[in-house]
């Protein structure tokens, strides 16, 4: 009964496979270096030598979608491993001790889930200044309150559980119950969201790039991609589509996936 | 080996403070298996805990002495209680569903308190020695049933293997919260009877919790009884079952089902119901 997953599970797992597949040649090869400019071909439409057009630059887009979705990819992974990372100690201790310290942090989370991640993300850019591990530290601290949330939650929901009391009663200790006995049960709880947080990462970095607080220049980025596309919408309408379907297929490959482990 | 003086157990969870449990006593010998009766909210699942050393609540006080081996539970270092739990005193729940980690397979969670206490212990022997307790719980093909996952069991197995992994240190007190609640009759005789034989066997004393007062009747020398969080009465079997001095505990003894009662009752019924069948016939 068990081994047929849902639609939605594979249809994630495939796409998800091809994307990062995607990403992961845009590490190692480009059909063109992204940032050489050609004027000649200055936002030149679909062809055989440049599939996906090229830029006002006359830059290549498919080498830079190959490249800018990996810098997507690299910026929403670190993310979401700061926000995740953070947020499960913050919510596995405040969830498992509470009392007086429960409180205090979780009336500063309450705080910090009050603003948009985004606008905290502008928050810590316009503080620590912008550029591609910037982004990622000020979106990763934007994203922990929502992590530290869950998990907290998770972990209240567990601690009274007799399984965790047998475990204390067998002598084991705190970090030991918190870490080895509750947080593999909460796990399936914990991917969903993080595959959530992904996506929002993704978005998000393509927001700020998009405002251009974000990857800076000649770093190429979906987000930025986009950003300066949107003049030439009419002229070289390649430009825009492209990157954005990336973005698209990105986003709805992960969000299936976590559907289909919800399931 | 234990005893318990005067324990006043106390919410601060409201407004006006709730007492829970009132000067509670209680002293056990080694060896010995004393019964705890009460109905629902007695107090009597929380006295259990707190000589567990599992109270650990900011929202309460705990007044009075719980002394196992002359050393306070209630006022000994974290470090100290860590150090008797799972090796001298161990528990068992009432939920064997979620008493077990589901994400674990059963061997290494009848292992754990061996793990902790004695950790100079190589991972074989540990496996023996785990294999062992869950051979010497009545478990049919231990070695297959430590391998399992817990929802691979049925609610018996899974607390024969909650009872392997209290055992597996060889306490001197084992607390069994209402361990056959949830069990069916004959897997709650099985269960009774395998702590008996653990009793007879390993010296092991046991605090038997429990609502059902046959049970206690076959199981435990010493019977506590207790209403609203006070102790009504105590005494050996005989004496509480003989002759109970108080109201409530006539009341309760009063509500044992007696099985020729039972059966007279419905064998007037059938016949009732035959009389009525009847005359819907003739109709």
Known sequence: MKKKRSKNFTAGAILTGVMLLFVLVGFFWTPYDPETMDKSVKLAGVSFAHPMGCDNFGRDILSR??????????????????????????????????????????????????????????????????????????????????????????????????????????????????????????????????????????????????????????????????????????????????????????????????????? | MLDVIDLNLEFHDHLVPETVVYDFDLHMEPGEIVGLVGESGSGKSMTALAIAGLLSRHDMQKRGKILFEGQDLLTCRRSELRSLQGDDIAMIFQEPMTSLNPVYRIGPQVEEALRIHSPGIDKEERKRRAIQMLADVDLEEPERVYDAYPHQLSGGMRQRVMIAAAMICGPKLLIADEPTTALDVTVQAQIVKLLKRINREKKTAILFISHDLSLIRQLCQRVVVMQGGRIVESGSIEEVYGSPRMEYTQKLIAAIPRCEKKYARRQSGKSAQSAKGGMQDGR
Do not use: W
């Not at chain 1, 796990?187 to 969903?192: G, M």
């Open chain 1, 65 to 263: 979608v190959l490249k800018g979705s990996g810098t997507t990819f690299l910026v929403a992974v670190g993310t979401v491993a700061i926000g995740t990372l953070c947020g499960t100690v913050l919510g596995a201790f405040t969830g498992y001790f509470g009392g007086i310290v429960d409180e205090v942090f979780m009336r500063i989370n309450d705080a910090l889930f009050a603003f948009p991640s985004i606008l905290l993300g502008l928050v810590f850019i316009s503080l620590l200044g912008s550029g591609k591990y910037n982004v990622i530290v000020a979106l990763g601290i934007a994203f922990v309150p929502s992590f530290a949330r869950i998990v907290r939650g998770e972990f209240i929901r567990c601690k009274n559980l007799d399984y965790v009391r047998s475990a204390k009663l067998a002598g084991a200790g705190d970090l030991r119950i918190m870490f080895v006995h509750i947080l593999p049960n909460i796990l399936t709880v914990l991917s969903s969201s993080v595959m959530i947080g992904f996506n929002n990462a993704v978005l998000a970095e393509a927001g700020m790039s998009y405002l251009g607080i974000g990857v800076q220049p000649p770093d190429a980025s979906l987000g930025r991609m986009l950003s300066e596309a949107q003049t030439y919408l009419f002229s070289a309408p390649g430009y825009a589509l492209f990157p954005g379907i990336v973005l698209i297929l990105m986003v709805l490959g992960f969000s299936l996936l976590s559907e289909g482990l919800k399931e």
